[in-house]
């Protein structure tokens, strides 16, 4: 199966290694919208435009399914980019609450979710997990990560002090969920801040699960193919995939 990755940006790549180590498709497209990121600061119509736009970009790849790795956009903008569509267009926010469902999380255990500004106020995450009857959630935007990790800071002082910042009333998680695709990158830091090392529910490995769960894939004994494009700088952006994924691209 060849399949395409979308992104506001270069985020999106933790959803990618996960996808590689799985070795489950023969060939991943991958699209950063670098021009416009973030979309996490932008509002529902803009966020549904770009969404849409970026199909389009796929249109030039006979792929038969999508995954828009960003949380911002799986929150506002899958329907109708399933709608416009001709293949099954994936988000990661169902198969994120579905991943918090397969681990040892009581119903009353502090659950943590931290994402962009759009993606905490479209409530996504807040509902789906309150429907299911988890009654301990707390949901901050946490956008100051995401520049943060666009530079490589994963660790040291100023990550320290930025999670201080967000994180000083916030009641101790059983659990937290990374409702953004740069947050992996940063995952043994939040664990390490917190008292009691949360759980990390990770994008990536549940759209794994989940895509596992609706097609018949198995491991592959080769790597999947992949090629990365972006709206602005892909010379950029491949050199943060070197750095991420540990392999050149091309
Ligand atoms: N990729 C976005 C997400 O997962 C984060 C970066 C942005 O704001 O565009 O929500």
Aim: aromatic letters at 10%.
């Amino acid at each position: 199966m060849k399949i395409g990755v979308f992104d506001s940006g270069a985020g999106g790549l933790s959803v990618v290694k996960s996808l590689l180590e799985h070795k489950l498709f023969d060939e991943i497209i991958y699209y950063g919208d670098t021009a416009r990121v973030p979309y996490g600061t932008k509002d529902q119509n803009t966020i549904i435009r770009y969404s849409l736009e970026a199909l389009e970009f796929f249109n030039n790849f006979d792929i038969d399914l999508l995954i828009t790795a960003c949380n911002t956009v799986s929150a506002y903008a899958l329907s109708d980019m399933n709608t416009q569509s001709r293949y099954p267009v994936y988000g990661v926010i169902e198969s994120g609450v579905m991943a918090v469902e397969k681990q040892k999380i009581k119903k009353d255990d502090e659950i943590l979710i931290i994402a962009t500004r759009a993606t905490i106020g479209s409530k996504s995450y807040q509902e789906a997990l309150g429907n299911l009857g988890y009654s301990s959630i707390t949901a901050i935007q946490t956008g100051l990560f995401v520049p943060m990790v666009e530079e490589g800071i994963f660790g040291g002082e100023i990550l320290h002090a930025t999670m201080k910042h967000y994180f000083s009333d916030v009641p101790e998680p059983k659990a937290i969920i990374l409702g953004c695709t740069h947050f992996p990158l940063i995952g043994d830091t939040l664990q390490s801040y917190f008292k009691q090392k949360p759980l990390l529910i990770h994008s990536g490995e549940a759209i794994v699960e989940y895509l596992e769960a609706r097609y018949d894939l198995s491991t592959r004994d080769k790597e999947s193919k992949l090629k990365i494009f972006a709206s602005d700088n892909v010379i950029g952006l491949r050199k943060i995939a070197d750095n991420w994924l540990g392999r050149a691209i091309k």
